[in-house]
């Protein structure tokens, strides 16, 4: 039987530490979640002067990444659109800010950010998860 990739707590560690780094670079707090590939959270991170509502919503990003095997920009994009449906679905947060984590091609975890406005969760997740 193929061992199955896994993301492990220091490769958590590291995507965090990207985010991190890149959310510091523009003077931003967010929180950092990371989830495994069974959309359990893994690590989790708040720059002390981020709402903590933000905390639930970096955790819901990442699982619906996780979820649903695409990033939660694809969600958002599709509600601005006009395509409401996205809007019923359980779990699906409309937000950009969640991607999930891949290794060769397979689905290894989720990242969700939260904290600042929607464009630039996204760009601490695409960070976050280069360092993967």
């Not at 896994?6 to 670079?25: G, N, P, Y």
């Not at 359990?40 to 991170?45: D, G, K, N, P, T």
């Not at 619906?64 to 409401?84: H, I, W, Y």
């Amino acid at each position: 039987m193929p061992a199955k990739p896994v993301l492990t707590l220091e490769d958590a560690k590291r995507i965090a530490a990207a985010a991190e780094a890149e959310a510091s670079k523009n003077g931003w707090g967010v929180v950092v979640a990371v989830m495994d590939d069974g959309g359990h959270l893994l690590y989790l991170q708040r720059s002390h002067e981020t709402q903590f509502g933000s905390v639930e919503t970096a955790i819901a990003k990442a699982h619906a990444a996780v979820a649903f095997q695409r990033p939660t920009k694809m969600s958002e994009d599709a509600v601005l659109s006009g395509r409401l449906i996205h809007l019923a679905l359980p779990g699906v947060i409309p937000a950009e800010g969640g991607i999930p984590l891949l290794r060769d091609g397979i689905v290894i975890g989720g990242l969700g950010i939260s904290g600042v406005r929607s464009v630039q969760d996204g760009q601490v997740a695409a960070a976050g998860a280069s360092a993967l």
